[in-house]
């Protein structure tokens, strides 16, 4: 994509009102700033939440949302046309047509899967279509999970390489602590790294219906950041937030910073998109050798594995002392360990280190 790309995500207490019906108005806004800046030379890809309380509004009958996850998924499947309705009616009135993605996590383990949707993407850019993304919650592998959307938006940043990852939701952004409880709570404008006491800050916030919180919009902005995309959490309800939070307005929303390195797709999608299949334990020398040497995983270095993992699987590499130095993509499966004590087990271009600063 170009150099100005944006996935731009809105959560659904956003999308949605208080009886959890579209809210056409916030659609129509947010359509207007996409096609704006569409017409300005920026690649868009929106992703929306908002089915399964959409679909509740319209067969609950008032009655209290239901928990478990196959009527979830069924309620998904009800509100997801009436949430692209609402989106294709947004931006007709503005002339531009939409096409839907409906994306699975699976979609972004596996590599060909992985690509074929990249293309789709940029094929739907190259038509002059808005891709309108969200989770294939109707028939989701796994549970849905409010804050999935967070995660889906970052690995859909990853997946244009889009410039910008833009968190639209119910607060100004990322404070200092949680505003219900505590009154002197503040906007946290910009951040460069994140730290146990951002984690911290984010850790309880959590609204009734609908976002997953902040904890789950820092694990994408910590993905985002490692992309090299920089993230911007904003209100979804200001004035022209989309534009606000790209033009990176002073007061507006927090601006999470890349790091100077920028993971290849290749990396990112090792370290953020597959699920691990196991975890290995690395012995002292082999976790020097790994982090400052840039070698190599071998046998030898293996102190103890878990899991059941054949070759191209990924895998956590840990210390001795637990914590994760490591995720890669397993050249031996672990019945051939012992063949050799120097089998290369991952290899430095499989290797993504996660404890850099
Ligand atoms: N995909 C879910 C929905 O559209 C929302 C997940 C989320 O809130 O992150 O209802």
Known sequence: M??????????????????????????????????????????????????????????????????????????????????????????????????????????????GQYLHARGTLEALAGLGVVAIVNENDAVADEEIHFGDNDRLAALVANLVGASHLVLLTDTDGLLTADPRLDATATLIEEVTALDANLLEAAGSSRSGVGSGGMASKLAAAHMAMWSGVTTVIAPARANHSLRQALEGKPGFGTTFYPRPERLSARKSWIAFAVASRGTIVVNEGAEHALEEGGRSLLRVGVESFTGSFVEGDAVEVRGLDGQTIAKGLVRASAETFYESEDVVVVHRDDLVLLRRP
């Open 2 to 111: 170009t150099s100005r790309s944006v996935v731009v995500k809105i959560g659904t207490t956003s999308v949605t009102d208080d009886r959890g019906n579209v809210a056409h108005e916030v659609l129509a806004a947010l359509a207007a700033d996409v096609v704006a800046l569409r017409d300005e030379g920026w690649s868009l890809v929106v992703v929306t939440s908002g089915a399964i309380t959409a679909g509740w509004a319209e067969v609950g009958g008032g009655r209290a949302r239901p928990r478990d996850a196959t009527t979830l998924q069924a309620v998904s499947a009800v509100g997801q046309p009436l949430l692209m309705h609402a989106w294709r009616d947004a931006f007709a009135a503005l002339g531009a047509p939409v096409g839907q993605v409906l994306l699975a996590p699976l979609d972004f383990s596996h590599r």
